[in-house]
């Protein structure tokens, strides 16, 4: 029930509620005065709700790219006005008017940028300024068609410009003139040109053209290096690069075409001014440690003149030297570099790059290198084709039967052991280290490699040289800690020394049994590579066993199968090794090896097939290997059909009852140990691997044996489901026990069916279609019985 006060209380209330929030309002509205009042800086008024107002377009450009544009646009029109006026009007003026106006021209020219400068237009007073400098070569111009038509253009450049260089020089120097940006570096470039056209002048030749650009590079380089001014180094060192690079191409084409001794020295000090401009330029650019810009230059231009200097004294050994030691020669001063790592004077980058040379000059020379040992390694695969020959005359004509030897390869080895030697020696950072000795010992292998091929040796010394190299890599694998490296060069010697051995029969089993007493002997400490590897070395020894005593592949292929015997043992001696798997994926290699040889021989394959059976069948006793009793039936069964296809037995139940017998023991154990098991995994497989198939070969069989056997074996296998309760073997049976009657009946119902009147057979079927309608309910009860019956099998 709710309480309604009287009217006068009411309204006493209604009008204290509305004092209160008159109060309240109050209040909050002197808090709102004091914060505007108090942020009235940093308040901004609300903006208006409407659109704002457009703002004002951006200049495309700005003032000062106007400015310097038009400045550039402005010099640029002035000179082509005064080379036209020097072009074309020229040969109207007297000498005197000449003389004027070229002094006049280039005076007002030149002195117009002091006021510029001094009222603060220093853009314009640039553009001036160029414009007088670009006059004073028109002027230049002008006066050697006028006044020195006779003199040499060559000479005339050479001295035109060394004066074009000093006077913008100068000019450059003048009071207020130091302003200018424009007349240093135009006076540098303008000393590009002296000493190369003095060259010229003077017929100095390639040898003195070279050496102008070279000098002119090296005082490009004093200028990059000493000069405070931007500009002027960026220019400078253009000219350096530029120049210097002219430079170092000529000098190095003309030592590649030196004719003697005394051409050679003479380009190779041009190469070695190079080499020391460059060094003396990453001497002074060095930084203080820090990894700076300054420190990579260092190490490029020490790079640069690590390899100048071996370019210019391998040139001059190259041509004291026959050909084929042209490029040790270059790898003996390559690795005389590297006696700068111990010149403390040097700075760090600086040694940097000249380590880095150094190692470029021994990449180049492995290079050089590569082919040969290519051949070596390579060469023998020829001999498959060609087994057992005969033995070659020597051990280069054994690794050349299908390639050509390469040219000038007589210094190889020394190059091979070179870079072995400083790779072993001479690294001695602990990150690189490892990596140095396993490049140590690969080229080491590879000297040891190709010293019978590009010696000659006898073919036998050859042989002995290869197997000691596969005992020595196989014993740094083992004792040292390059075990990758040494296993990796071990089967690449095993391989090529066995594909050599080919040439001979006598050599072929003498290597492969010496191959196989090896990598068995290396077992014990790395068997899951050795011991592979003895197992195919021992199926490369079977074939050729075989190959000798005149067997048949077939007969072979039977002498093989003791490698996969001996992997079976191997392995299931090993145990959990890691060894383990890749023995047993090499014994099952040389199985195959052994069915394919006998695949030409019928009854021979069947045997194969049924012992590799044997050996799989065995394997798979070992708890962790009971997947391979798959493998074990399956060869059986193939073992068992080759044998009847040998025999030409074409009877269908020869080949699918070796199958059905063995897969409804298995099925009826596994359905004994659990009789959870469907009827239709334990017993379908065995039983449609034989009555399938002979349904077929029933329904195309015009005798009566085999339908009758058919439908027996059927109608027991019926029985037995239904006795047992088993649903697979009860519906099998009675399909195939229907089907093979229905082909029974066929003939009759087929001259039933001629006899009868053609209106008879749908007559037949209405009829037939009425009293299943009438006893449709019944008919359903007795199908929902069938099929509980059904389900309540197995």
């Known amino acids: 029930m709710t309480h309604i006060p009287p009217p006068a209380e009411e309204l006493r209330l209604l009008d204290a509620e509305l004092w209160q929030l008159d109060a309240r309002r109050a209040q909050l509205l002197a808090r709102r005065a004091w914060l505007v009042a108090a942020l009235q800086p940093k308040w901004q008024a609300p903006q208006p709700t409407g659109p704002a107002p457009a703002a004002p377009p951006r200049p495309e450009a700005s003032a000062p790219s106007v400015q310097n544009v038009l400045l550039v646009l402005g010099g640029v029109l002035l000179t082509v006005a005064a080379m036209v006026f020097t072009l074309v009007s020229w040969g109207h003026l007297g000498i005197t008017g000449r003389a004027l106006v070229l002094g006049a021209v280039t005076a007002a020219t030149l002195t117009a940028p002091l006021p510029l400068l001094k009222r603060g237009l220093r853009s314009t007073a640039e553009s001036v300024a160029g414009l007088g400098l670009a006059l004073t070569v028109l002027d230049a111009v002008a006066l050697h068609g006028a006044v020195f038509p006779q003199s040499a253009g ?76 931007r500009s002027l180094r960026v220019v400078a060192a253009i000219g350096a690069y530029g120049v210097g690079a002219w430079g170092v191409l000529a000098a190095g084409w003309l030592t590649w075409t030196a004719s003697g001794p005394s051409a050679a020295t003479r380009a190779a000090a041009l190469l070695l001014l190079a080499s020391a401009i460059a060094l003396s330029a990453a001497w002074q650019s060095a930084g203080t440690g820090r990894s700076t810009p300054a420190d990579g230059r260092s190490v490029g231009l020490g790079v640069a003149s690590g390899l100048l200097a071996v370019a210019a004294l391998g040139g001059t050994a190259r041509s004291l030297l026959p050909e084929s030691w042209t490029v040790p020669a270059h790898l003996a001063f390559g690795i005389a570099l590297l006696a700068a790592l111990g010149l403390d004077r040097l700075p760090g980058s600086v040694r940097q790059g000249l380590a880095w040379a150094s190692g470029a000059v021994q990449a180049l020379s492995l290079l050089w290198a590569l082919p040969v040992l290519g051949v070596v390694v390579l060469g023998p695969l020829a001999w498959v084709s060609r087994a057992w020959t005969g033995a070659p005359a020597d051990a280069r004509a054994a690794v050349t039967v299908d390639v050509a030897w390469p040219p000038h390869a007589e210094a190889v080895p020394v190059v091979l052991a070179g870079v072995a030697a400083v790779l072993a020696l001479a690294v001695r950072n602990t990150t690189w280290r490892p990596r140095a000795l396993a490049g140590a010992l690969g080229l080491a292998w590879a000297t040891t490699l190709v010293v019978p091929a590009v010696l000659e040796l006898p073919y036998f010394a050859g042989l002995l040289i290869q197997g000691a190299a596969t005992v020595l890599v196989l014993t740094a694998a083992v004792f040292l800690r390059q075990q990758l490296t040494a296993l990796l060069l071990a089967l690449v010697t095993s391989a090529s020394l066995a594909l050599v051995a080919l040439a001979s029969q006598t050599e072929t089993l003498v290597v492969l049994c010496g191959l196989i007493a090896v990598f068995a002997a290396a077992s014990w400490r790395l068997a899951p590579v050795t011991a592979p590897t ?261």
């Open 534 to 794: 003895a197992l195919v070395h021992g199926a490369a020894l079977a074939c050729a066993i075989g190959a000798a005593a005149g067997w048949s592949p077939a007969h072979t292929g039977l002498l093989v199968l003791v490698v996969p015997v001996i992997a079976a043992l191997l392995a299931w001696r090993l145990g959990d090794s890691r060894a383990t798997v890749p023995v047993e994926v090499a014994g099952a290699a040389a199985a195959v090896l052994a069915i394919a040889l006998a695949a030409t021989d019928l009854p021979l394959l069947a045997t194969v097939l049924a012992l590799c059976g044997v050996i799989a069948a065995g394997t798979a006793i070992r708890a962790d290997r009971r997947p391979v009793g798959y493998a074990a039936a399956a060869l059986f069964v193939l073992a068992i059909w080759v044998r009847l296809a040998a025999w030409d037995v074409s009877t269908p139940e020869a080949y699918t009852l070796p199958v059905t017998i063995p897969a409804l023991l298995v099925g009826a154990l596994r359905h004994r140990r659990d009789p959870r098991t469907s009827s239709w995994t334990a017993y379908a497989p065995g039983l449609t691997a034989t009555l399938v198939p002979s349904l077929f070969a029933a329904w195309g069989d015009p005798h009566w044996t085999r339908p009758l056997l058919l439908g027996l074996a059927a109608l027991l296998v019926t029985l037995a489901g239904a006795r047992h309760h088993l649903q697979a073997p009860l519906l099998l049976g009675g399909a195939v026990l229907l089907l093979d009657a229905l082909h029974e009946l066929a003939p009759y119902i087929v001259q039933v069916t001629d006899a009868l009147p053609r209106w008879v057979p749908p007559a037949l079927v209405g009829l037939l279609l009425l009293a299943l309608g009438a006893t449709y309910e019944h008919r359903l009860r007795d199908a929902r019985r069938m099929r509980h019956f059904l389900t309540s099998m197995h």
């Open 154 to 229: 060559a000479l005339y450049t050479a001295v035109a410009s060394a004066l074009l260089a000093g006077l913008w020089a100068a000019y450059g120097l003048l009071p207020r003139m130091s302003e200018l940006r424009l007349p240093h570096p135009f006076a540098l470039v303008a000393a590009q040109l002296p000493l190369f056209f003095w060259a010229i002048a003077a017929d100095a030749g390639s040898y003195g053209l070279t050496a102008a650009l070279l000098v002119t590079a090296g005082l490009d380089t004093v200028v990059a290096l000493r000069m405070t001014s």
